[in-house]
């Protein structure tokens, strides 16, 4: 098993997102690269601590690569926008991908680049790429939450929508449904 951790926005979306991955064996949300050990929930919305709200990602690389990964982070999110996705702002909810080795550098960095030189988006990617300083999980309410709350406004308006784009766009890459 290898671990990726990704930022992409408010943490309960992207942990919905790739949760019914095949290949993927756990999501845990959290928060990471910030200036404290084991931040609150409330601190981290503070934009105090410089942490981001992530997801790190428990994968078996002999079903699906970090390179597939990297894939959905991109088109799940809008990588162009400075500590923002949509109606969340702040700087916990910037765009990044946080290595956690060189090969995982260099293949977000290249990914990166494609998107920036063929146009992708309408502004430059600004996702940072960084290695992975600290990892904290989030508070156990924070966990799996779009599968427990998904009925919740914010799930349905947000978190929804990101999780229908990706079992349109990745159908055959999701876990199959058991009896």
């Known amino acids: 098993m290898e671990l990726a951790t990704f930022g992409a926005g408010c943490f309960w979306c992207v942990e919905a ?15 990471s690269n910030g200036r404290i050990a084991n931040p609150t929930y409330r601190e981290v919305c503070s934009g105090l601590t410089g942490h981001a709200e992530v997801i790190q990602i428990t994968y078996d690389p002999q079903i699906i690569s970090f390179k597939e990964l990297l894939e959905v982070f991109w088109k799940t999110h809008d990588p162009t ?8 702002t702040g700087t916990q909810y910037r765009s990044g ?22 146009h ?11 290695p992975l300083k600290s990892f904290y999980p989030a508070e156990d309410y924070h966990q799996n939450y779009y599968k427990q709350n998904g ?29």
């Open 17 to 31: 997102v790739f949760q019914d991955l095949q290949g993927v064996q756990k999501v845990v949300s959290g928060y």
């Open 120 to 130: 992708a988006f309408d502004n430059p990617v600004v996702t940072e790429i960084e």
């Open 151 to 179: 009925h919740e406004p914010y799930c349905q308006f947000v978190a929804r929508p990101k999780v229908e784009k990706v079992r349109a766009l990745f159908g055959d890459k999701l876990k199959k449904a058991t009896a």
């Open 97 to 118: 991908v946080y290595y956690h080795n060189d090969e995982q550098k260099r293949l977000a960095e290249e990914y990166k680049q494609k998107l920036n030189e063929a």
């Open 81 to 88: 926008t400075l500590n923002r996705q949509g109606n969340d």
